[in-house]
């Protein structure tokens, strides 16, 4: 079986990864062939969603910045903390930087066997839609597949 997935962003490549790793074959149809990545985007990530993510996907533990507090002010109220969350022990968040997130999925996958990366000159409008309603379906088998075995 191969899969076909649209686009390589984290999304993508994490998706194209899971699946190489359960030896499926992925197609990964990409609209460019250098994406342009901003180094200074930051995605947050639970202590939860890391561990599964390097237990599961791939083991980015070398890129985590590990939290164990988190403060948010506000200008208005004279620099009153909003928030504060603070586990001296242990990790509450982790900030990973998007741009080397990216690279060392691509890097990993490039060198699968079961990994294929095509480019294409345009991804016309109706297949977008057709993947994303295709997505959709999807999403609504599993759910309905999970309640069913749940209750």
């Known amino acids: 079986m191969t899969v076909c997935i649209l686009g390589n962003g ?8 899971a699946l190489v790793n359960e030896n499926i074959y992925v197609d990964l149809l990409s609209p ?26 791939i ?53 699968n066997n079961y990994f294929k990366k095509k480019y294409l000159i345009k991804i016309h409008f109706s297949l977008m839609i057709m993947s994303l309603l295709f997505a959709v379906i999807i999403f609504i088998l599993l759910l309905k597949n999970i309640l069913i075995k749940r209750y």
Do not use: M, P
């Open 10 to 17: 984290l999304s993508g490549l994490t998706l194209a990864k």
């Open 32 to 57: 460019k062939k250098n994406l342009k990545l901003n180094k200074f985007r930051t995605i947050g990530i639970s202590k939860s969603n890391s561990e599964f993510f390097c237990n599961n996907i």
């Open 59 to 111: 083991n980015i533990e070398k890129f985590l910045w590990k939290l164990n507090k988190i403060e948010i002010f506000t200008d208005n109220l004279k620099k009153e903390k909003l928030i504060n969350f603070e586990n001296k022990n242990d990790q509450l968040f982790s900030i990973v930087k998007n741009y080397k997130l990216h690279e060392y999925l691509e890097k990993c996958l490039s060198k």
